[in-house]
């Protein structure tokens, strides 16, 4: 399973051993203020019927294919733990579309004694970092999945793909399908058992990733809500309010004018692909106070997937940080119980798979994607 595999040398090791520790030190308190508020976190299970929901059109599948391309790519380990060994990996997108000169690369959890191990995709929150969401990827390591934490890395600047945002949603799912495509590929990897978590843009990520992608056997979205437009023209959170600010200013437009036009120009949004996706298969997780990602938007999300499994968290946004132990523990029982309903019971295949399908069948209707 490793290629062109590289050990990093002793002094950069320790200096990442460090920063790690560092970001570590800071979660007691967390801990300790969660010991005072889990009972305030209410689950709310999926009671819906078994009604299997359409399949997606084929005129919206095409707009995120892609051909098929080799990957090759590069893994360096970093570090060796108990139940996984972490290693970085980098390869190019191949994308013939992606005007993004930098690589994918992730972190990946190896099991290097399981064999078959499902798998844990884990998308990050807008900067890109990584310490949030990596609590989840290696619990769910120690758990028995092999994860991945998929780096998030701006198209060009938050600023533009405002301007652009149909073409930043295409090319970031594309993106991530790509690493699907390396998944599918590995020896020692199931990759008819793949589940997403993500949080925050994560959230809205993992959303349109498992509406595309027909090899999501479960998605977690953390913080994700249903109208990208409203929640980029109302958000507090600091990044954005700086690039809307910056777009409002260089165009001379209003807040309203930005929320129009993003609404002209994303050509599928995630209500668009929410009756296409088996509530079943989702778990949601909402803050009641969310500010940075407005809550009525989270709930309209729910309302569009026809209640799926709800978490709803007593807090605002950054303060549901307070709630990963909990939160992690719920999504790995969720993830579980959902591959042991559908026990390899996705077909694996490249991303492009339905895109040849199209071409060959007249543009017939391909496979959807959460819901088989």
Known sequence: MLMNLEIP??????????????TLRCLPSFVVLLSTMTGC???????????EPPPLPSAVTARFCYPRAPINADLQLIDLKKHFNVLYGSFESGLPDDDDPSPITFEYYELPDVDNAPV??????????????????????RHGYASIIVDTTQRKTLAMDLLEPDKAIRQSVQRNRRMLDWVTEQRGLDASRIVVFGASLGGFNAMYLSAIDGRIAAVVPALAASDLPY?????????????????????????????????????????????????ARVQMII???????????????????REPE????????????????????????????????????????????????????????PRIATGN
């Open 231 to 279: 929640v980029f023209a109302n958000s507090t959170e600091r990044r954005v309010k700086a690039a809307v600010d910056r777009v409002l200013e260089e165009r001379r437009i209003s807040a309203d004018e930005l929320e129009g036009h993003l609404r002209e120009n994303i050509d599928t949004s995630i209500l668009d692909l929410a009756p296409y996706i088996d509530p």
């Open 120 to 141: 844990a995709v884990v998308l990050t929150i807008l900067n890109g970092q990584k310490d949030l969401v990596r609590p989840f990827a290696r619990y769910f390591a």
């Open 287 to 305: 803050a009641r106070f969310d500010k940075a990602v407005p809550t009525v938007k989270q709930r309209e999300l729910r309302d569009a997937l």
């Open 9 to 22: 040398d002793p002094v950069r090791l320790a200096t990442r051993r460090q920063s790690i520790g560092a």
């Open 41 to 51: 976190a209410s689950v709310t299970p999926y009671a819906g019927d078994e009604t």
């Open 310 to 365: 709800t978490i709803l968290l007593p807090t605002g946004h950054i303060a549901s940080a307070v709630y990963i132990p909990f939160l992690r523990k719920r999504a790995l029982r969720f993830f579980n119980r959902a591959l042991e309903e559908d026990p390899g019971g996705r077909t694996v295949r490249h991303a492009d798979s339905d895109c040849f399908s199209l071409a060959a069948e007249g543009a017939a209707e």
